[in-house]
């Protein structure tokens, strides 16, 4: 069984991503053979035009929908041995109440490195995945600690 973590974001960079927020999550796999769920995600990401800091807050401005912002993102993954494979999944929030763009923008042999360091710089996504079929793989990542009861109804606590 593999403990999956969150992908970490580590910064931004250069790149041609389009405005709106961002998550990362992974999957491992043999070809021809067993797969894992997906990770978690990462927190959501916004890409805004300027540094957010405590004496410019008022300062942040977005970009126009769909507009190139001249920025990457940067995330570190964790590999893992037991697999030859690994899937990075790009999740674009474009609009909000709208469903996201799930694309798979990374399908390679597993790195060497036991963090692998992906930069996104606004490729194409190799291919797109609906949102159901990316929430069927995800599996449950809900774990509760104790399960109580209350007039015959089961409830998670301590999650």
């Given at each position: 069984m593999v403990e999956f973590t969150p992908p970490k974001f580590s910064g931004l960079i250069d790149g041609n991503l389009k405005s709106g927020m961002?998550?990362?999550s992974y999957q491992y796999y043999n070809k021809h053979a067993q797969q894992t769920e997906i990770s978690p995600s990462t927190k959501l990401i916004p890409l805004h035009n300027g540094?957010?800091?405590v004496n410019e807050s008022?300062?942040?401005q977005g970009y126009?929908?769909?507009?190139?912002?001249?920025?990457?993102?940067?995330?570190?993954?964790p590999t893992s041995k037991d697999f030859n494979k690994l899937i990075i999944y790009r999740i674009h929030y474009?609009?909000?109440?709208?469903?996201?763009?799930?694309?798979?923008?990374?399908?390679?042999?597993?790195?060497s490195d036991s963090i692998?360091?992906?930069?996104?710089?606004?490729?194409?996504?190799?291919?797109?995945?609906?949102?159901?079929?990316?929430n069927m793989m995800?599996?449950?990542?809900?774990?509760?600690?104790?399960?109580?009861?209350?007039?015959?109804?089961?409830f998670a606590s301590n999650i």
């Open positions: 961002y998550e990362y540094a957010l800091t008022n300062r942040i126009e929908q769909d507009a190139k912002t001249n920025k990457g993102i940067v995330i570190e993954v474009v609009e909000t109440g709208v469903p996201p763009i799930i694309e798979t923008v990374f399908d390679e042999n597993m790195p692998y360091s992906f930069h996104d710089t606004g490729i194409d996504g190799l291919n797109i995945i609906s949102l159901e079929e990316y995800t599996g449950i990542h809900i774990v509760p600690k104790t399960i109580e009861s209350m007039t015959d109804y089961m």
